[in-house]
């Protein structure tokens, strides 16, 4: 890889807009939450942990995925976790983060809603005072469970508007579609929660039409396979939809075979809001940086591709005007000075 475009993924702000804080438990982390809450895992070290992570699709990591987070039981928990991803990140230069939780795997547990949420906001407000990190929280809906379950979710949501930002829907693709969830959208909408999506990651350009249409999300979490239909790609193109694609995520669930199969590029050549992030990274194998350095490696992208990856993140979060032209800015002056030194 260039020199410049190694130091352009270095040391660019970025905002990180697709990233399941449960996905970045560590395995150490793993290991040592269940010992000190006393749960059972059926692995005995960090090196069987790792071992498990091989997946054939999005299923088998989900399967893991809602294993690895039973270890997750009080608010010290939520906090740690979302606190050891902020340190992280902050090396790679993430300076904004919209964030998903799955609270339903939490509640389902008889974690209580306000335990998952105190972690998480103490750390999410820790790091914008202490490593100046900005964020914002999306409570995903979990899919293969039923919609009343999803509208339990909300109720608790509606408590707190001043830590939720948005709502999502994650969980399985294939068998539920966006549509199943049309009036707990619809509901969150009339609430002010701010809607976005998984589809067209394993799912059919279908899906994505039907997230649109039906639940009138702001973004597209994935979108992949919009791709497929060039009506719909020119439609997310004319809007400047935003997508959330996850490089190295899709290859790990095999949702591509190689990275140089990533739709990124195409994205980008079709004119699309296309942003690069992680997922869930510590089952994936990579955090933010190691998915735009899996994107300059893996794909013809050229510098000023990559510079726009990085200034797409901002335009495609929920950020004012005013704060993505700040970030903008940054980007620009950071350009500058790696250009003076080169
Ligand atoms: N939950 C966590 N990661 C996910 C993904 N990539 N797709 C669907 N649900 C998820
Ligand atoms: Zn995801």
């Known amino acids: 890889m260039p020199d410049l475009t190694q130091s352009l993924i270095d040391n660019l702000p970025k905002a990180e807009l697709h990233l399941h804080i449960e996905g970045t438990l560590e395995p150490q982390m793993m290991l040592d939450m269940a010992k000190r809450n006393g749960v059972e895992l059926p692995y005995a070290n960090a090196e069987e942990v790792a071992k498990a992570y091989e997946f054939d699709c999005l299923q088998d990591f989900l399967d893991l995925y809602f294993l690895g987070m039973s270890v997750l039981q009080t608010e010290k928990d939520f906090y740690d976790l979302t606190w050891a991803y902020l340190e992280r990140v902050h090396a790679d230069r993430l300076t904004h983060v919209e964030m998903f939780f799955d609270p339903q795997a939490h509640t389902d547990r008889g974690i209580a809603f306000e335990t998952v949420l105190g972690g998480i906001t103490s750390a999410l407000e820790d790091a914008r005072k202490e490593l100046g990190i900005t964020s914002k929280l999306i409570m995903c809906f979990l899919r293969h469970l039923p919609e009343e379950e999803a509208f339990e979710a909300l109720e608790c949501a509606c408590k707190h508007k001043e830590h939720i ?130 994107v300059a490696e893996h794909l013809d992208v050229s510098e000023k591709e990559i510079v726009q990856l990085a200034k797409n993140s901002f335009a495609g979060s929920f950020m004012t005007d005013a704060e993505k032209q700040g970030q903008l800015d940054r980007i620009d002056k950071q350009i500058d000075s790696l250009r003076k030194s080169q």
Request: charged share 25%.
């Open 165 to 294: 930002f948005g709502v999502g829907l994650d969980s399985t693709e294939k068998g539920f579609p966006p549509g199943n969830f049309a009036r707990v959208f619809e509901a969150a909408r009339k609430e002010g929660f701010t809607p976005v999506a998984h589809v067209g990651e394993e799912g059919t350009a279908e899906n994505v039409r039907e997230a649109l249409d039906v639940l009138k999300i702001d973004r597209v979490d994935h979108g992949n396979h919009a791709l497929d239909d060039a009506a719909l790609t020119r439609r997310l193109a004319d809007q400047q939809t935003p997508l959330t694609m996850c490089p190295i995520s899709n290859w790990r669930l095999k949702g591509i075979p190689t990275l140089s199969a990533s739709p990124v590029k195409k994205a980008l050549d079709a004119g699309l809001l296309v942003t690069v992030n992680s997922d869930d990274p510590s089952y994936f194998g990579g955090y933010l940086n190691d998915n735009y350095r899996a």
